[in-house]
């Protein structure tokens, strides 16, 4: 089976085999998941959150950044060291998560600006081989027009929730065995504020010819 077909069966497979696996482990609060044929999820959550600047606090449900006009920049909250355990495949980063923002959408553009982002670290830390970014639009978040600031511009405020029953925003690539793997949420735009409820990373083996 070709890496491609691959990368399709392990995306399917989230709500394939979501409801009848079972938790395996819990190291340093990681919960370890058996994921379909040979996967394994990984569900980080609180307290074993990396922060390495205090910008929010612990709530009942995660780590909740409150709002603010002003930017958080660089990585803020992020999982330790997390290893895969099985043969090369598809690594996915699913952050379970809560997000508002409030700013301005130019239509004539279309380009909606970026509220936050996720990275996927793979290889030991400071020396990894791959470093993979994606970057979340306000353009997929559920907008509600507020007012028209000038006659091209509309100031939105918008909502962004996302789990592992139901996503839609994550970050991928290929992981070989035994990596380490580090999972980030970064750069939280201005008028905005977030909840980090967990941080998922599973992967999936190809399968051998």
Same mark, same amino acid.
């Given at each position: 089976?070709?890496?491609?077909?691959?990368?399709?069966?392990?995306?399917?497979?989230?709500?394939?085999?979501?409801?009848?696996?079972?938790?395996?482990?819990?190291?340093?609060?990681?919960?370890?998941?058996?994921?379909?044929?040979?996967?394994?999820?990984?569900?980080?959550?609180?307290?074993?959150?990396?922060?390495?600047?205090? !910008?929010g606090t612990?709530? +009942?449900?995660? %780590?909740?950044? /409150?709002? =603010?006009?002003?930017? *958080?920049?660089?990585?803020?909250?992020?999982?330790?060291?997390?290893?895969?355990?099985h043969a090369?495949?598809?690594?996915?980063?699913?952050?379970?998560?809560?997000?508002?923002?409030?700013?301005?959408?130019?239509p004539a553009?279309?380009?909606?600006?970026?509220?936050?982002?996720?990275?996927?670290?793979?290889?030991?830390?400071?020396?990894?081989?791959?470093?993979?970014?994606?970057?979340?639009?306000?353009? !997929?978040?559920?907008?509600? +027009?507020?007012? %028209?600031?000038? /006659?091209? =511009?509309?100031?939105? *405020?918008?909502?962004?929730?996302?789990?592992?029953?139901?996503?839609?925003?994550?970050?991928?690539?290929?992981?070989?065995?035994?990596?380490?793997?580090?999972?980030?949420?970064?750069?939280?735009?201005?008028?905005?504020?977030?909840?980090?409820?967990?941080?998922?990373?599973?992967?999936?083996?190809?399968?051998?010819?």
């Amino acid at each position: 089976m070709s890496p491609r077909i691959s990368r399709v069966l392990f995306l399917l497979g989230v709500a394939c085999f979501a409801s009848s696996a079972l938790a395996d482990d819990n190291y340093e609060g990681v919960v370890r998941t058996p994921f379909g044929p040979g996967g394994l999820r990984l569900t980080v959550s609180m307290p074993s959150f990396n922060r390495p600047v205090e !910008i929010g606090t612990v709530v +009942a449900d995660g %780590y909740k950044i /409150p709002f =603010s006009r002003n930017p *958080r920049p660089g990585c803020f909250v992020g999982s330790p060291t997390l290893a895969i355990g099985h043969a090369d495949g598809d690594g996915q980063f699913i952050p379970s998560l809560h997000v508002t923002w409030q700013g301005v959408y130019y239509p004539a553009t279309a380009v909606w600006p970026n509220v936050f982002r996720l990275e996927l670290r793979i290889g030991p830390a400071g020396n990894e081989r791959a470093i993979l970014k994606t970057y979340a639009s306000a353009a !997929i978040f559920q907008n509600t +027009a507020l007012f %028209y600031p000038t /006659p091209d =511009s509309i100031l939105y *405020r918008g909502e962004f929730d996302q789990s592992l029953a139901g996503f839609n925003f994550e970050t991928s690539g290929d992981v070989k065995t035994n990596e380490e793997i580090h999972v980030w949420v970064c750069d939280l735009t201005p008028t905005s504020s977030m909840t980090i409820r967990q941080l998922i990373f599973q992967s999936f083996p190809f399968e051998t010819p």
